[in-house]
């Protein structure tokens, strides 16, 4: 069965930082893109970062370039979003994602809140 569990999610004042990460079990981690996607209060699920299998592709969304970084362990079966100078407009349940071919899965997401 496979699993993805994010954590580091959490309160953070604006120009802060945190790290997400994203654990996953079931499958063969390596061979899967990854990406992170954020859904704020009513709005729709926005792609925020992308990183291929091997970790040599990466693609973000404009409004987080610079600050942003997505990056993964194999070894360890694991994606990770270094969020830095983030701003309130960051606030939103972030959700890892991975995918081969036709198949998908998601994780459960873990909120971040960027208040003062």
């Known amino acids: 069965q496979v699993q993805l569990v994010e954590s580091g999610g959490g309160l953070v004042q604006p120009g802060g930082s945190l790290r997400l990460s994203c654990a996953a079990s079931?499958?063969?981690?390596?061979?899967?893109?990854a990406s992170w996607y954020r859904q704020a209060p009513g709005k729709e699920r926005e792609l925020v970062a992308f990183?291929?299998?091997?970790?040599?592709?990466?693609n973000y969304e404009d409004s987080v370039k610079g600050r942003f970084t997505i990056s993964r362990d194999n070894a360890k079966n694991t994606v990770y979003l270094q969020m830095n100078s983030v701003k309130p407009e960051d606030t939103a349940v972030y959700y890892c994602?991975?995918?081969?071919?036709?198949?998908?899965?998601w994780g459960q997401g873990t909120q971040v809140t960027v208040s003062s």
């Open positions: 990183i291929s299998s091997t970790g040599g592709i990466t």
């Open positions: 079931g499958l063969t981690f390596e061979s899967y893109g």
């Open positions: 994602t991975v995918y081969r071919g036709g198949s998908r899965y």
